[in-house]
């Protein structure tokens, strides 16, 4: 069974970079798709991107151009690059894999 476990948040300056991962143990075999979720004080839980198997990427029209997901299959770790970063973009992140969750990580990002 797949446990995941993210990493990187953390409290940044309006246009500044962070990077997120998503370490996943056990076997990817069989995942389909790995995901970031979102969700901001007071708010509803948002999708932000997704990267299936194939490795074709998607993304929330709000992070598109500023947001990466990519993957390390080697090392069973999900990534989410975050540039350009914007105070709406505080909220804890989530990574998923398929219906496993992982239990989030904090990114705050002051004006």
């Known amino acids: 069974q797949v446990q995941l476990v993210e990493s990187g948040g953390g409290s940044v300056q309006a246009g500044g970079s962070l990077r997120l991962s998503c370490a996943a143990s056990g076997s990817a075999f069989g995942v389909q798709t790995m995901a970031w979720y979102r969700q901001g004080p007071g708010k509803q839980r948002e999708w932000v991107a997704s990267?299936?198997?194939?490795?074709?990427?998607l993304y929330t029209s709000s992070v598109r151009g500023r947001f990466t997901i990519s993957r390390d299959n080697a090392k069973n770790t999900l990534y989410l690059q975050m540039n350009s970063l914007k105070p709406e973009d505080t909220a804890i992140y989530y990574c998923?894999?398929?219906?496993?969750w992982g239990r989030g990580t904090q990114v705050t990002v002051s004006s």
């Open positions: 990267i299936i198997s194939s490795g074709f990427t």
């Open positions: 998923t894999a398929d219906t496993i």
